[in-house]
């Protein structure tokens, strides 16, 4: 069993908050226990609260696997041997793609908002017809999981608590005052589409069934919603709730889905006669220290520069102008995406899709999936080295239900051994190649998950965990094995048919393609897979013919990285036209982070090639793209400009249109924009600042590795992990480190660089 760190740490209280309703929803406060989710907009005369569950998804298990595209395997090789992509992509497009609509058809599905709550007040001594307010403030304590609405009414104080409860997992808003008999309002649910509305015993109920794609009969939820009042009255008027006069109004919000729970009506009836019975004072105890359970292992301390004095809308426009001024930015960024993290998933439910647990929408961009050539995968960078490495486990169970699909495809498309993924999955387990071969046959995301599992492990030292993923990895490496094709040209094994994700090259005719041979990334990700499961296998004794075949083939791949003529790292096996210089991944890098093949310190050559291919590629991007490079650029032990990125990830913005270019930033409730609205550069950013302070993928934990000049001053960090399952406290004045300690279960002996240089230290016992 893996070693948690428990310590809590004192961090100034963090927080965001505004001195007005949020205009957009991209404005809201974020609230989450993993499976139930909640955005209220602060309104005072009409709030509206957006209510989500991690599970709901419509469409359903489908086989879109074309079991005749191995025939013509062989042809698409030969034509790619022959220097004829374009002929193979049309082949590939024709015969080597899924079934159907893929990603675009309803059985596919995506993940959904479950709905809405609408609360209309009114205001007693109110002259007006609109409501005059003053002394208003919303905010969203990351320390405690709750958010805050005050604001004072001719006289009356009223104050609102929300919570998604981490103790009896319902949502809970509460509205208090100052003044007796001052609670006055009207309470709806409702849902854009398939939903039934009705009341019962004072008790709204909202159930629905979602489109599986096929009869209709999908994914079926249900939602009930309670007022529980002190003083007043309370009835129903047709699908409303109206309070009148209390003192104190608590609402509950019970809802699940039956995703794998047959039992779903009776868990929301449980759920809420448990949370209804359950004084509110214990309710919001409970909550708070399971929240802090987690949040509370790291604290972060960049020095005395803050402006959190300053709403946080306002105070993103002030970091844009002076980020000198504002060191607590990048604190309540780095501390909001690990609240985020333990907000948007738990062990045993789902890991975060594209939005986490978040949407607003029926259809959610992207259809909130998870994309398997860096999104998910970024979700999850922040994990280990921010003392949450449990959150890993949802992540590793959807790749453990990949599989059996998985190996179909590999059969029907390579006729190869083992299991693949491809671009994109689905909460029904999807591996097959997309519906377009410019993007959908890019084959590293099976090996690419596998990097995830193992980090868990490299994280955590956890062999019992290492024992259970090891199929998976085994699985993922025989279809590699069983499928690489021996390059005519330069003799070496390769992929093929491949692709680098999402990318295209000029043809000498001029012609943009994207279907290749043996991407830099498939070499990459195939190295480091190999070598994981060789890692693996001599663990634990096992698995040696295997692991001979492996070593063999490994010997044949082509390098981890190529130099290009004029410098930088090839993306393809032909030093290809780049059809965009500034596309959006930087796939070809990802030996340098995640993976530990590039690093200034074994391979400097490499390590300049990386960074002139991030110099011609550009700071700009979608958010996610401006986080990568936010890391790749603190792998190369550049501070200052991994800091420049974060400033660009830190623009204000409030545009929602679906973006593949420059022009990310964030929205002013800190949720990052791609845009519209993806959650992976909020997980991105957060494993950025975290690799700035603290490395340790390349033998020895680096402390301080990337320190930008703004934080130089003075700082202090504890709690934060390393490979290993160390967990490090350390200070830093002048941009040195002045004190260090290093924990672990059991003392050990372990290198740390401090300062510049190496020496091997013993470690305290935690």
């Known amino acids: 069993m893996f070693f948690v760190s428990y310590n ?26 993993g499976r139930l989710g909640m955005t209220p907009d602060g309104g005072v005369e009409k709030e509206h609260v957006v209510l989500n569950d991690i599970s709901l998804w419509s469409g359903s298990p489908q086989d879109a696997n074309n079991y005749d595209a191995h025939k013509y395997l062989p042809k698409i090789r030969e034509l790619l041997f022959e220097g004829k992509n374009e002929e193979a992509q049309k082949l590939v497009d024709q015969h080597f793609v899924c079934l159907g609509p ?46 805050t609405n005050t604001y004072e009414v001719d006289g009356v104080k009223y104050k609102k608590e929300y919570f998604t409860s981490f103790g009896t ?73 109206i309070v009148k006069n209390a ?76 980020p000198k001024a504002d060191n607590g930015m990048a604190v309540l960024f780095y501390q909001f995406g690990r609240y985020l993290s333990i907000s948007s998933t738990r062990v045993g439910l789902l890991p975060p899709n594209l939005q986490g647990l978040w949407a607003n929408q029926i259809h959610t961009p992207w259809n909130g999936d998870y994309h398997l050539d860096v999104n998910v995968q970024m979700n999850h960078w922040g994990t280990d080295v921010s003392n949450l490495s449990e959150l890993d486990l949802p992540l590793t169970a959807l790749v453990k239900a990949l599989v059996p699909n998985g190996e179909k495809t590999a059969k029907a498309y390579y006729n190869a051994e083992g299991w693949v993924a491809h671009v994109i999955t689905n909460l029904w387990q999807f591996t097959e190649p997309g519906e377009s071969a410019s993007w959908g046959v890019t084959k590293c995301g099976s090996g690419w998950l596998c990097d995830n599992l193992w980090q868990h492990y490299a994280f955590t ?41 999402e990318n295209s090259f000029v043809m000498p005719d001029g012609h943009n393609v994207s279907i290749c041979m043996g991407p830099t990334i498939d070499n990459q990700i195939i190295r480091e897979l190999y070598d994981n499961v060789i890692t693996a296998t001599k ?58 093949q590039i690093t200034p310190d074994s391979t400097p050559d490499l390590a300049e090639a990386a960074r ?22 603190s792998r190369l032990y550049d501070g200052n400009r991994a800091y ?83 967990t490090v406290d350390f200070k830093w004045e002048n941009g040195k480190i002045t004190t260090f300690r290093i924990y672990s279960p059991t003392r050990q002996q372990v290198k740390v660089k401090i300062n510049g240089i190496v020496k091997t230290v013993l470690s305290r016992k935690l």
């Open 8 to 33: 809590s740490y004192a961090q100034n209280p963090l927080q965001l908050w505004y001195n007005h309703p949020a205009m957009t929803w991209e404005g809201t406060l974020p609230l989450g226990n």
């Open 461 to 501: 030292n956890d062999t019992s965990y290492l024992r259970k993923i090891y199929p998976i990895l085994k699985g993922s490496a025989l279809f590699y094995k069983s499928m690489l094709v021996r390059d005519p040209k330069t003799k070496w094994l390769v992929t093929s048919p491949s692709s680098s994700p």
């Open 247 to 322: 003192n104190e109004l608590i609402i509950y919000i019970s809802e699940k889905t039956n995703y794998k729970n047959p039992t779903f009506r009776k868990d929301v009836d449980e759920l809420m006669a448990k949370a209804i019975s359950t004084p509110y004072k214990k309710e919001k105890r409970q909550h708070i220290e399971t929240f802090q359970k987690l949040y509370k292992r790291v604290y972060v301390n960049l020095g005395p520069n803050n402006k959190n004095n300053i709403p946080t809308d306002q105070r993103l426009i002030e970091f844009q102008k002076d």
């Open 539 to 596: 663990i634990f004794n096992i698995d040696k013919s295997f692991r001979d075949t492996l070593e063999q083939q490994l010997t044949q791949l082509p390098p981890a990285g190529r130099i290009s003529p004029d410098g930088r790292i090839m993306e393809w096996l032909e030093d290809y036209k780049e059809s965009d210089l500034h596309h959006r991944h930087i796939s070809h890098l990802y030996g340098l982070y995640p993976a530990n």
């Open 644 to 726: 420049k990125l974060f400033i660009n990830l830190m623009r204000p913005t409030t545009s929602t249109e679906i973006n593949y270019g420059a022009g990310g930033g964030i929205y002013p409730n800190l949720f990052s924009a791609g845009p519209p609205f993806q959650i992976d550069a909020n997980f991105g950013g957060c494993a950025a600042v975290a690799e700035m302070l603290l490395q340790s993928h390349a033998g020895y934990i680096n402390l301080l590795p990337a320190i930008p000049d703004e934080w130089k001053p003075a700082g202090e960090v504890r709690g934060l992990k390393a490979r290993g399952n160390f």
């Open 102 to 147: 893929g990603s675009g058809g309803p059985q596919w599905g995506c993940f959904q908002t479950l709905g809405n709550i609408d609360i209309d007040f009114t205001y007693p001594g109110s002259k007006t017809t609109k409501v005059n307010y003053k002394n208003y403030k919303r905010s969203l304590s990351l320390d405690s999981a709750i958010a």
């Open 169 to 241: 997992d319902v949502d809970i808003i509460r509205i208090t005052t100052n003044k007796l008999r001052q609670i006055n309002c009207s309470i709806e649910i409702s849902r854009s589409e398939r939903a039934k509305v009705s009341t019962k015993n004072n008790i709204l109920q909202m159930e629905g069934q979602l489109d599986n794609g096929t009869d209709g009969k999908g994914m079926q939820y249900l939602a009930k919603v309670k007022a529980v009042a002190k003083g007043g009255t309370q009835y129903t008027k047709g699908n409303r709730l």
């Open 612 to 633: 002139k291919t991030l110099e011609v590629r550009g700071d700009d991007g979608p958010g996610w793209s401006i986080a990568y490079k936010m890391l790749m650029w």
